[in-house]
């Protein structure tokens, strides 16, 4: 029987080692139970929809009838809001990597990290925290772009929600009234994000947001 305590972990992977190394790494903390693993994003639904999950480590790519990839988490994220993600990959594509990010997505670990790296971002996903392994923080980390994609980790839902908005032409007052809340409040959330993103000004706010290389 699972301990209540317990924080219960869904692995996806369409490698059976990598799945049997992840089960490894994370089954040394006594406090973490592996509930079900995936080869498919069909059956991480399924796992998702059969087993109570507190953190879904998975990769990005795995063979399937069902997208994977960026809609996959989309999917568990529409679905599943609760559970916290934490993206288990090899890529080092910096633009992939920040579109997982920007999704919402606070959790990435290089496979080929060191073993510590895993459990502490189940930990952090757990907390809903943001961790970004080491190796991975080097890749994205370069200049002020790289600065951003991490500021995009340290965004709020509520912030990344009013950022979506701006991005769809909405005004301040226009976001309030659509979410029922103060323009203060809507306005405190934008120059909230902005500051985490490192921009100062509504207009580099809209060149970022524009931007082809990187979409909220």
């Known amino acids: 029987m699972?301990?209540?305590?317990?924080?219960?972990?869904?692995i996806a992977d369409d490698h059976p080692i990598v799945r049997a190394g992840a089960r490894g790494i994370i089954s040394a903390d006594v406090s973490v139970i592996v509930v079900a693993e995936a080869a498919t994003p069909e059956e991480l639904l399924d796992a998702l929809a059969r087993e109570p999950c507190d953190v879904l480590v998975t990769d990005l790519t795995m063979p399937g009838?069902?997208?994977?990839?960026?809609?996959?988490?989309?999917?568990?994220?529409?679905?599943?809001?609760?559970v916290?993600?934490?993206?288990?990959?090899?890529?080092?594509?910096?633009?992939l990597l920040q579109l997982a990010i920007a999704s919402g997505v606070r959790c990435v670990?290089?496979?080929?990290?060191?073993?510590?790296?895993?459990p502490q971002a189940i930990n952090a996903a757990m907390r809903g925290k943001s961790y970004i392994g080491q190796s991975l923080q080097a890749e994205l980390g370069a200049g002020q772009e790289g600065k951003r994609i991490k500021g995009v980790s340290q965004l709020s839902p509520?912030?990344?929600?009013?950022?979506?908005?701006?991005a769809a032409h909405r005004t301040v007052s226009e976001i309030a009234q659509q979410q029922n809340r103060s323009v203060a409040t809507i306005s405190h959330q934008k120059?909230?994000?902005?500051?985490?993103?490192?921009?100062?000004t509504d207009a580099e706010l809209h060149v970022f947001l524009s931007s082809s290389d990187f979409m909220l």
């Open 65 to 82: 009838q069902q997208p994977d990839g960026l809609p996959m988490l989309a999917t568990v994220r529409r679905k599943y809001p609760a």
């Open 191 to 200: 120059i909230s994000g902005m500051r985490k993103l490192g921009l100062t």
């Open 84 to 95: 916290g993600i934490v993206v288990f990959t090899v890529s080092t594509n910096a633009r």
């Open 109 to 118: 670990v290089n496979k080929n990290a060191a073993m510590d790296e895993l």
């Open 2 to 10: 699972v301990d209540p305590v317990s924080t219960r972990v869904i």
């Open 158 to 166: 509520r912030e990344i929600e009013v950022l979506r908005q701006i």
